[in-house]
């Protein structure tokens, strides 16, 4: 399992590296992208009055199967050629078709629970490869044709209803008539199914959708007629057109797996966040501006310390006259300048002109492109924190300008975590992070992407139970390589004719972009002690960061005890067992372990309530999803009363402790 599961990952890399190396020869250009975007504006306004949605299916039709720099007439045309490689968007590959979908009454709804509707628009035309962010594996139900299982309707019913869930309605009535009119189109489609051997029982695989024909398959263009064919375009009705996800099919090289990619849109995500209040980091610009300014022991700005350098309080002035509402902002009490005393701050006056100097120039710079007010706070952090950052360049550490961060011992500040709201007065707040399009900024980590895309498709999809009963193989996220790597990919691709005014009013001119790939800095082979936590845990999330958190703080504490272990050692080799300086030492270094363990322990937590502040975990609650392979007993739940909650008896968990113990 571990192994088949290794080779479809490395077989999904695989594609999405043959798609890397022919980016250049099928990236849109910006015309075809601008006139992209004027018709996915007029789609989201028809779909705001018929309640259309966006999914796509598996190659239906004349239409279905896309060949970049080919025609779309593909009817009885190869999908792939056994002596030639398949890749995402290369000649040989199967892509389906993204398209906008209409329900105008539940008659419809049994045509594309089997596979058949009209395409309205192709959407995923100009979706870069390297943004889709999820896999869900699905088997090739015509690849087996030994293969002559059959299924009741009893059993598929209790799959469907395990597995997914009606399309969501505030209205209660609304709800229960999406579900009826689902199941019924479920049973419809599901009788007519091919038929197996046994009796009152359908196909699961081998409905014929491909054939292998001259060494090559081909698609029927069919309808569903099996069992796992009828699922996998339930799947997706319910990812794009419940969930509107873009979605997007592909053939695996030796044709044994279907790949199901899955991309949502910010505003997708944005709107799950909202619903589940989920923690997102603070800009600290727009919360503790003044904490960024460069202050002494006492944590006093240097701007309000008594000097008797002319040049700095020359300097102050002149900044306070050119931006005097910046400065209002830096303002954390009425006093005026020049008031308290300064503590062991007689060398570090010269930088402090250097920074003003700098400080400056940004400042200058950020009214040239005339940064928009909710910008500002943002732009004014980057100035201080680079203005110092140029100040301390050459000069001794004990002479270097630090704020209020660093003089508490941390490298860098600590936004405060909230949970998100979806306002547009509120949109300034959050932290934007790098991604692999430069010209993009967004508010959520890959990490961020992945739960809320999780949660999102877990309204509506059951994917456990699914990879449970084999109905797909596995699904899992793909790989940032940005953020593993630290290069950008489709740097060419613009969304925004507009790119480059954008990155000058960010400052990109000014500073370059800090990010560096994971691996980049994981390059360690000797002091193993320090690890780059904070990538890991911004690639791989909390769990993992706080995983490798402890293991880099294990190896750490244990040189205490080891040191001493060898010296005990060392005594045993050259005395021997009966002396008393040998039964003196081994109780000495028992006890010693002891307290040892004692301490370890309680720094460890410690600073793991540190990390759980700096991560905004304080308020983490473990939603622990069951091992596909559990089987339970089904039993109501009384908690939101559901019929068929997996159940496990206590007291058959006690039985399996003492059965260890024996």
Known sequence: MDFELEEIKQEVERLKQECYEKSSENLALIAQNNEFKEQLHRHKANHSKTQSSRFMTLAQGQDDIIYPQENYNTKNQPIFDSNRKLSLINKNSLIANAGAYTIQSASIIPKIFKGRFERIQNLNAMIPISDWEYVIVCPNPDFDNNDRSGITIQDALRHYKMSFKPKFSKNIKDLRVNQQAELQAFKQVFNSLIPSGNADQKCVKNGKRFVMENGSIKDTGEPAKDF?????????????????????????????????????????????????????????????????????????????????????????????????????????????ENEYPGLDVTDLWDGYLEYLTEFQKGLKEMETYKILSEERNACLAKIMRKSMEKANVGKKKHIQLKNMWEHMGFNKPLSPYFDYIRDQKFKNIWKKYETQHKEKKGIFRSTDRLKLLQSLISRQVNLHYLAQKEIIKCSFPLKNDYELYGSRLFTDFRDDPYYEDISRKMLDTLYGPSCKGLLNNWDSKINFGDLPINKIRNYFGEKIGLYFAFISYFSKVLCIPSFTGIVVFVLQRIYNPE????????????????????????????????LAIKWGQTDYEDDEAPRPQFYGTLRRSPIDDEMEDVYFNPNDRYKYFVCQFL
């Open 579 to 610: 002396d008393n300086i040998i039964i003196i030492a081994n109780v000495l270094y028992c006890i010693y372990v002891s307290v040892w363990a004692t301490v370890f322990i309680e720094f460890w937590k410690r600073s793991e309530n540190c």
């Open 228 to 336: 796992l064919t009828l699922m996998r375009n339930i799947l997706l009705v319910k990812l794009g057109l419940h969930l509107g996800l873009h979605t997007k099919q592909v053939m695996s090289s030796n044709s044994q797996y279907i790949y199901i990619l899955v991309c949502p849109d910010d505003s997708d995500l944005q709107n799950e966040a909202n619903a589940i209040g989920y923690n997102l980091q603070m800009e600290i610009g727009e919360v503790d501006l003044p904490s960024l300014e460069p202050c002494d022991k006492n944590l006093r700005p240097l701007r309000i310390l008594k000097t008797s350098d002319e040049r700095i309080k020359e300097k102050l002035k002149e900044i306070k006259n050119e931006f005097s509402d910046i400065m209002e902002m830096l303002k954390t009490t009425e006093s005026d």
